[in-house]
């Protein structure tokens, strides 16, 4: 069982940058696949960025709309997610969710609802124009 709590997200206007955090309650380095998602109301929730539990770059993978403005982290510690967020834009706005899953490998394509069993509660991100 791993609870997780995000923060970070707030109001920022177009080109600006955020940073959200996923604190997890435990250690998730070498033993949880995470990732992050976002919603707006009426919509699917949709995949965003994941990392494998080790948490090397190499493994991170990036929907096409985020790709070359998002990267997705892990800190030493292994108990932190992030996502920094650049050049924000107006269609990035959203509740982002952190998500994990107690496997060691995350599936090798944009993040899907379906294979994580461990939710965040949500944090908002809004971005004007």
């Known amino acids: 069982q791993v609870w997780l709590v995000e923060s970070g997200g707030g109001s920022v206007q177009a080109g600006g940058s955020l940073r959200l955090s996923c604190a997890a309650s435990r250690n998730t380095r070498g033993s949880h696949c995470m990732a992050w998602f976002r919603q707006v109301p009426g919509k699917a929730r949709e995949g965003v960025a994941s990392?494998?539990?080790?948490?090397?770059?190499?493994?991170?993978i990036y929907a096409d709309s985020v790709k070359g403005r998002f990267a997705i982290s892990k800190d030493n510690a292994g108990s932190t997610l992030f996502l920094q967020m650049n050049r924000l834009k107006p269609e990035d706005t959203a509740v982002y969710f952190c998500?994990?899953?107690?496997?060691?490998?995350?599936?090798?394509?944009?993040?899907?609802?379906?294979?994580?069993?461990?939710w965040g509660q949500g944090t908002q991100v809004t971005v004007s124009s």
């Open positions: 998500a994990a899953r107690d496997t060691w490998s995350c599936p090798l394509d944009v993040p899907t609802e379906a294979f994580y069993n461990y």
């Open positions: 990392l494998d539990a080790i948490g090397s770059a190499g493994s991170a």
